[in-house]
């Protein structure tokens, strides 16, 4: 018997599955017993710290009970730590749930989302499920935001504006003076949001959160933020938004599933916004390995784009998706990126030091052509 047929809505037809990158288990075999570097998802592996781990062995031990659909005492954690009302924050099993809740409860068939390229493919796929247009604003040549174009086309009434800043994959970021003027230059009907994932990674006196601005704003503004990366808590999956509009976060809160965040979770977020210590050393040292990379990758000829993020954008001068391949045959995992225009770029995260010093020394065998 053939199984039945069934239409789905026609949206989807040019979407794809996310590609989620590969796991050890994916790769085990052909790594030959080495150690595998897994620098393909951006993950923090040094993990959570103790307070983190305890709180989450405390909450696993009830999970007959509901969680809190509001995330409450996470929620006030929040406020307080921001300054913001906690009313004005939603959870999301994951920031990538939170951009598909804030697809699925502000865009229209036909309504025009802004996006940075090379992107975050989220950010667009949810657009297009919805039936929205996407206007991609591409790097310029120097491979820096196009805050030209940027500035015109938020100037525009589009729904949604959607950056992350830092940009995955590209790493490059907003300075504080365009971030000023992309916030003087939005239309006041139009929705901006800064997806901040690698917000905790980008500290410095060039680069300033939008929650920092969020409280002066007078037009409608999101940002998101996730434990998934310098928290930790990848597996976990909780994320949230702050915006400065009740209808945004309303609209949200009426779109998601109720219990979307599970109770592990929220007991590992709260704590882990308590107990930064272990989070702050983990990330310091990310970004001292980032620099050492970044130098070693320079040395060997290639262009690296900057990065705030806890990766690095590579062009590698030859299709990426063949050097990630060959890569793992050495033990390391990256991630190749297929965009158009971005074939040749490979994104690696910055891991553990053997990990990173796996993936210089398998790439200096690989672009020498002796693997
Ligand atoms: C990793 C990442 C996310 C997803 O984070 P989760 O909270 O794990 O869903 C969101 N946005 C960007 C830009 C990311 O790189």
């Not at 007959?64 to 099993?93: H, K, M, N």
């Not at 994951?94 to 989220?122: I, Q």
């Not at 907003?174 to 009907?189: I, K, M, R, S, V």
């Amino acid at each position: 018997m053939q199984p039945p047929r069934f239409s789905a809505r026609s949206e989807l037809a040019s979407l794809q599955r996310y590609n989620s990158g590969l796991t050890l288990d994916d790769v085990a075999q052909r790594a030959g017993g080495r150690r595998i570097a897994k620098l393909g998802s951006n993950e923090n592996p040094h993990g959570p710290g103790a307070a983190v781990r305890e709180a989450m062995a405390d909450a696993i031990s009830r999970p007959f009970v509901y969680p809190d659909p509001s995330a409450r005492a996470l929620a006030a954690e929040i406020a307080g730590a921001t300054g913001l009302a906690g009313e004005r924050v939603v959870f999301g099993d994951g920031s990538e749930d939170l951009l598909n809740v804030l697809a699925r409860a502000v865009l229209r068939p036909g309504d025009e989302v802004v996006t940075l390229f090379p992107s975050f493919p989220l950010h667009e796929d949810y657009a297009v499920m919805m039936g929205a247009r996407v206007t991609r604003i591409e790097l310029t040549q120097e491979r820096r935001i196009d805050m030209e174009a940027l500035l015109a086309a938020v100037a525009r009434p589009v729904r949604l504006t959607l950056i992350a800043n830092p940009m995955n994959p590209a790493g490059v970021w907003l300075a504080p003076d365009d971030l000023n003027a992309l916030l003087a230059a939005q239309h006041p009907d139009s929705l901006l949001c800064l997806d901040e994932a690698y917000v905790e990674y980008a500290a410095g006196a060039d680069y300033v959160s939008c929650l920092d601005r969020l409280g002066a704003h007078d037009k409608p503004l999101l940002v998101l933020r996730t434990f998934s990366k310098a928290h930790g808590l990848a597996a976990l999956r909780i994320g949230y938004g702050v915006s400065n509009s009740d209808d945004v976060i309303g609209a949200m809160n009426l779109v998601r599933t109720p219990f979307n965040v599970n109770g592990v979770a929220q007991a590992a977020a709260l704590a882990a916004m308590q107990n930064t210590d272990e989070m702050v050393t983990a990330v310091a040292e990310t970004v001292r390995e980032r620099k050492r990379m970044a130098t070693a990758l320079t040395g060997m000829g290639l262009e690296v784009l900057p990065s705030k993020g806890n990766f690095l954008f590579v062009n590698c001068a030859r299709p990426s998706v063949e050097v990630a391949d060959q890569l793992i045959d050495l033990g390391v995992i990256v991630k190749p990126w297929k965009q158009a225009g971005y074939e040749n770029f490979l994104r690696v995260s910055v891991g553990l030091a053997w990990e990173n010093d796996q993936f210089l020394d398998a790439l200096v065998c690989i672009l020498k052509g002796r693997p």
